[in-house]
T-cell receptor
């Protein structure tokens, strides 16, 4: 159990276009989802925390108008990179946390497989 | 600010030897620590975790040690295999905190 999927796994787009990435918890309900960005040979950097039914909380330095996050249901969160530029090219990873009461571990997060975004 | 760092960015070991990956954390309020394994092009994979009320926890071929006095965490992998080649990250969080703070990562390579 506790599977998180991401779609697409890989996307190439032209500069100036918008790209939507989906994150789904397949077999559990996630009240909270997290979006990370990872550049080559670097660690995961948290971009934002997304709580179902409310606005996302963005980390310092992350533009909320550029990285739109929607968490409309307990199993789906989306990240839209608006007006993408080459510097937005990165590996985007989401994670989902179980709804309180279902989890066996403290604050456990389950990670998706990541989405490789390349902006030309 | 909060930070979690690793002592070594790369580690190369002989197949069959034991591997030790280290991590230092600075937030004394952190009370839950996790080690993740990340293979190329994939998301992080949970390996093992430990709470601050413990100093050692063992899994299958892996052991995590926690030294709260010096804020140090280590991951020991016994009888390292080629499939263990990956980047290993430590992460920490505190009670009530939602987010994980990741360390820099250590790339583990296995020599045949």
């Amino acid at each position: 159990g506790a599977v998180v999927s991401q779609h697409p796994s890989r996307v190439i787009c032209k500069s100036g276009t918008s790209v939507k990435i989906e994150c789904r918890s397949l077999d559990f309900q996630a009240t909270t989802m997290f979006w990370y960005r990872q550049f080559p040979k670097q660690s995961l950097m948290l971009m934002a925390t997304s709580n179902e039914g409310s606005k996302a909380t963005y980390e310092q330095g992350v533009e909320k108008d550029k990285f739109l996050i929607n968490h409309a249901s307990l199993t789906l969160s989306t990240l839209t990179v608006t007006s993408a530029h080459p510097e937005d090219s990165s590996f985007y990873i989401c994670s989902a946390r179980r709804q309180p009461g279902q989890g066996k571990k403290y604050n456990e997060q389950f990670f998706g497989p990541g989405t490789r975004l390349t902006v030309l | 600010g909060e930070s979690v760092g690793l002592h070594l960015p790369t580690l190369s070991v002989q197949e069959g030897d034991n591997s030790i990956i280290n991590c230092a954390y600075s937030n004394s309020a952190s009370d839950y620590f996790i080690w993740y394994k990340q293979e190329s092009g994939k998301g992080p994979q949970f390996i093992i975790d430990i709470r601050s009320n413990m100093d050692k926890r063992q899994g299958q071929r892996v052991t995590v040690l926690l030294n709260k006095t010096v804020k140090h965490l280590s991951l020991q992998i016994a009888a390292t295999q080629p499939g263990d080649s990956a980047v290993y990250f430590c992460a920490e969080t505190g009670q009530g905190a939602q987010k994980l703070v990741f360390g820099q990562g250590t790339r583990l390579t296995i020599n045949p």
